[in-house]
Nanobody, 125 residues
Framework: QVHLVESGGGLVQAGDSLRLSCAGS????????MGWVRQAPGKEREFVSS???????TYADSVKGRFTISRDNYKDMLYLHMNSLIPEDTAVYYC???????????????????WGRGTQVTVSS
């Protein structure tokens, strides 16, 4: 069973930076995609970013140029570096993993089947 644990959330001011981490366990992530999604109060869960085994990344337009996703394939770790945070980034951020194998595959939100419990990010204006 896949186990994903997020950390690194918190309360920051607009313009600040934050790094989220996700530790994966329970199965091999070799060749599989991972990513981040978020859910703001009163809104549906939305895609933030994904990364395949080869390191190719995809971003939502709302975070492109500000967020960077990365992974450590040897440690089964996933990261999200968030710069120039704005109040609209306030949400619970969830780490996600896919069971669709493909080192060069592009992953979207619908490709994820395992989720962490989330970490709260709050950006004050």
């Amino acid at each position: 069973q896949v186990h994903l644990v997020e950390s690194g959330g918190g309360l920051v001011q607009a313009g600040d930076s934050l790094r989220l981490s996700c530790a994966g366990s329970g199965r091999s992530f070799s060749g599989y995609g991972m990513g981040w999604v978020r859910q703001a109060p009163g809104k549906e869960r939305e895609f933030v970013s994904s990364i395949n085994w080869n390191g190719d990344a995809t971003y939502a337009d709302s975070v492109k140029g500000r967020f960077t996703i990365s992974r450590d394939n040897y440690k089964d770790m996933l990261y999200l570096h968030m710069n120039s945070l704005i109040p609209e980034d306030t949400a619970v951020y969830y780490c996600a993993a896919s069971d669709l194998w493909g080192p060069s595959r592009t992953y979207g939100q619908s490709d994820f089947d395992s989720w962490g419990r989330g970490t709260q990010v709050t950006v004050s204006s």
